[in-house]
């Protein structure tokens, strides 16, 4: 194919639909204040993932699959057998010899070109040892602009906005005369006047001047916006959050403008037999040839290696779900406890019902169902607090027993606030790490010494900054004015019936939030709840147990055939996760009748942390301190307020499974903190509303989480945010960057992954395991196109639990086949 002897692209075509469907393909990603795990491929799932994967390499050099020399490792250390890569290769139909594929592991297989744009060419007849590429010089220009251009909180001085993100630096590049030095590249400049003001007519003069052919427009301009990957991503959560808000915002078209230019100012304008536009024509068409034969091709090896890992990991846990739940006679319940259905919550429930008989635990999304935003006493600041896929319909805030006392604290707040902004001027001036300290004496010198020496002191309460140290309790939560009975009482209902708890309450209840501790980590967020927008669950749970505690709303409740009894108290808890520990709040709210329970919660809880932290503890490196509970404790909170400790904690690392099923099922299962657990019972949900909005959320939140992971650890050079040693903070809360330039990065820290000697995620797609009738399961993927394409396009792998005989089916190949069956053997 000559592309050149293409069609090219008339200047009325519709260039809009190619531009739209590669902004389409950029997936979000939010501000490191509200940082949750996002599917960086979620543009893609409309297509089958064995396709994305090829085009993604095509386009963008990006590999979904680890080298071979880890599949290797993970055979000789049998994470999978020949037995399981059988496996794979039959359900792919792909002839042959299992062994033969795990014999030619040795040799790594070779990386295919990405679609290479004019500056690759350029590159390839400079010598990159003494001059630097224009492919990073590019990248470095635009990060430079954009991170200047969106700070909105760090600089004092930040471009002009009125023009726009391409006409600001439409204007900057035409006045640069830096780059044209640095790269002896004086045709730049003039060419940069000629440039269109508007974006949407830039891309269509650029397109016309490179004479891009019309049959590979879309995929072109998604290699070009796959080069500022991260900062695309930046401007598709821009648009993300303004169409969810009802507008939207076109900066990511105006990004993709803005790079695509580039192409244009590196072009001599030469278009001779010898000229590198002609060369670049020509390598365009040979790309687009290769991978049109490559397409529809059988599966890569690495695909085969990737599902035998995979199917190791889903057919010992299928097993294990396959038996049958002991029947037992259940003790009176002395606490029911809703955790978040976070894998690290597993492992804390585990051994908070080995610790206590008369405890059930039950999993529900860590926003406990309320579609809240929350802005604290005293300040105008409002957060989201629930998962990123969802808007607010209502806010909560904080007020103490009298007005007097909610305006000393306003008062006290800002007073804080106004401190505080007083001194950043001084710390943001040339050299004030050094005069700062001459200035201030010995007494700053304390300061930064208390940093550098890790404490065990507990963790700072959330949401008190500005306020006074003396201020230990927490003001009560309460809904924002204007918020009916009827409106409480419904959301109250809906989400206890969503919970499971409808009869049989115990007489402490508690609404167990989770939140991460570290220090000097600019994605502690990431640490946190997602389902509450990368904060901890404490507003959440508090407003919960506030809303359920209400006699009113009891009520209310009756009325509706809920009986919520007198003698329940629904209590808010945080967990911990770096020290598993649990903080309870306002216990002075608990009744007196209530003082011997809430002793005897604290006692267990004091004893399930312990356990917890025991079995963590190897991950951590500190297998030597399983058997001193204290010492264990004071060192898991010397890693969370150590300034240096690149790894405070593992968050979700190795997540693999999420199971809706009543907790029996899971109950007698060591799933090593690898499982999402949400409780479902099939039989209360006779008309589907519970399963649909399980399906249509939590497990949307669970594969955005389990994909995020798979990417950065596949992928993290673009879909990884690289080494933490090297972060440094973009505009205040939008990203890092690795240095002091390259690309936005967005996913996790290598430091997050890796231990230094070995990964410590295995990137496997989520397994989804659902205890409910065919019918059920099948009736929500009819009725929503993205539950279907997760699953049919195996961006995800869907189980079904039969409730009758316990049998583990799996969807594949558009029908159900039996997996697992009651009696199975399993290795769990």
Not at 635 to 651: F, H, I, L, M, Y
Request: net charge negative.
């Amino acid at each position: 194919m000559n592309a050149v002897s293409s069609t090219l692209l008339p200047v009325d075509a519709s260039v809009e639909v190619a531009v739209e469907a590669a902004c389409r393909l950029i997936a979000p990603t939010w501000p490191l204040d509200r940082f949750i795990a996002v599917n960086p491929y979620w543009g893609w799932v409309d297509r089958p993932i064995e396709e994305a994967a090829e085009q993604l390499a095509h386009l963008g050099g990006s590999q979904m699959h680890m080298p071979h020399a880890f599949y290797r490792d993970a055979f000789k250390n049998q994470a999978f057998q020949t037995a399981h890569l059988a496996q794979a290769m039959q359900e792919a139909g792909v002839p042959g010899n299992a062994q033969d594929v795990v014999n030619a592991l040795d040799h790594e297989a070779p990386v295919s070109p990405a679609l290479p744009l004019l500056s690759d060419l350029l590159d390839a007849q400079r010598q990159l040892t003494r001059e630097p590429a224009w492919r990073v010089t590019i990248t470095h220009q635009i990060s430079q602009f954009c991170a200047a251009y969106f700070d909105a909180e760090q600089a004092d001085w930040h471009p002009a906005q009125n023009h726009g993100l391409y006409g600001g630096w439409h204007h900057a590049i035409a006045h640069d005369h830096g780059i044209a030095l640095l790269m002896r590249a004086p045709g730049v400049l003039p060419r940069a006047h000629a440039l269109p003001a508007d974006a949407r007519e830039a891309i269509v003069f650029v397109l016309d001047q490179l004479a891009v052919p019309v049959d590979g427009l879309e995929n072109f301009l998604c290699a070009v916006l796959q080069r500022i990957n991260g900062w695309a991503s930046w401007c598709a959560y821009l648009r993300w959050q303004a169409r969810l808000e009802g507008g939207d915002d076109s900066q990511i078209v105006e990004l993709l403008a803005i790079r695509l230019c580039w192409e244009y100012l590196l072009d001599d304008g030469l278009r001779g037999e010898s000229s590198l536009w002609l060369r670049w024509q020509n390598a365009l068409g040979q790309s687009a040839l290769a991978a049109d034969n490559h397409a529809g091709s059988a599966p890569d090896t690495h695909a085969l290696l990737q599902r035998a890992l995979e199917i190791a990991y889903q057919q010992p846990l299928a097993a294990a779900l396959a038996q049958q739940p002991a029947a037992s006679a259940a003790p009176a319940l002395a606490v029911q406890a809703v955790f978040c259905i976070d894998v690290r919550s597993e492992i804390f429930r585990r051994a908070f019902e080995s610790v206590s008989p008369d405890v059930q635990t039950l999993g529900f999304a860590g926003f406990f169902g309320l579609p809240i935003s929350y802005t604290p006493l005293g300040t105008t600041a409002t957060r989201p607090q629930l998962p990123g896929l969802l808007v607010p319909t209502m806010c909560v805030t904080e007020a103490c027993a009298s007005p007097a006392q909610d305006a000393a604290l306003v008062k006290e707040r800002q007073a804080g606030f106004a401190a505080k902004q007083a001194w950043q001027p001084f710390q943001r001036l040339p050299g004030s790490a050094f005069t700062l300290v001459e200035s201030m004496g010995l007494g700053y010198l304390g300061k930064l010494v208390k940093r550098s020496l890790p404490s065990s002191s507990a963790a700072p309460p959330a949401d008190h900054d500005g306020l006074g140290a003396r201020n230990e309790a927490r003001p009560a939560l309460v809904a924002r004015a204007g918020e009916t009975l009827a409106q409480r009482v419904s959301l109250a209902e809906g989400v206890l019936k969503a919970m499971g708890l409808r009869t049989g309450f115990a007489r402490i209840v508690l609404l167990a939030g989770h939140g991460s501790q570290s220090a000097n980590n600019p994605h502690a967020a990431g640490l946190d709840c997602g389902a509450c927008c990368g904060q901890t669950g404490e507003v959440n749970a508090r407003a919960l147990a506030a809303l359920l505690n209400d006699t009113t709303v009891r009520q209310a409740l009756a009325a509706r055939q809920l009986v919520v009894p007198a003698t329940t108290h629904f209590l808010a808890g945080l967990h911990n996760t770096t020290t598993d520990e649990m903080q309870i709040f306002d216990t002075d709210l608990v009744p007196a009748s209530h003082a011997d329970d809430l002793a005897r919660l604290r006692q267990t809880l004091l004893a399930a942390g312990a356990k917890t932290r025991a079995e963590r503890a190897p991950l951590l490196g500190l297998v030597d301190l399983c058997g001193q509970p204290d010492a264990l404790l004071q060192s898991v909170k010397k890693r969370a307020n150590d300034w240096a400790q690149t790894r405070p904690e593992w968050g979700l690392t190795n997540n693999a499974a999420f199971i809706v099923a009543p907790r029996a099922r899971s109950q007698g299962v060591n799933l090593a903190g690898r499982s999402f657990l949400h409780d479902y019972n099939w039989q209360n949900d006779t008309d589907g509303s519970l399963l649909e909005l399980i399906m249509t959320a939590p497990m949307v939140v669970t594969h955005w989480i389990n994909m995020q992971y798979f990417a950065s650890t596949v992928d993290n050079a673009r879909y990884g945010s690289g080494n933490k040693l090297l972060h440094n903070v973009v505009g205040g809360h939008i990203g890092v960057f690795e240095g002091n330039g390259g690309d936005l990065r967005i996913g996790l820290p290598l430091q997050s992954l890796h231990d230094g000697q070995k990964w410590m995620h295995t990137p496997l797609r989520l397994s989804v395991f659902i205890e409910a009738p065919r019918d059920s399961i099948e009736a929500v993927m009819q009725k929503h196109a993205t539950v279907r394409q997760l699953v049919d396009h195996h961006w995800l792998y869907l189980f079904r639990i039969d409730p009758h005989t316990s049998a583990v089916e799996a969807w594949l190949e558009n029908r159900w086949q039996i997996w697992a069956e009651a009696g199975s053997a399993s290795t769990l």
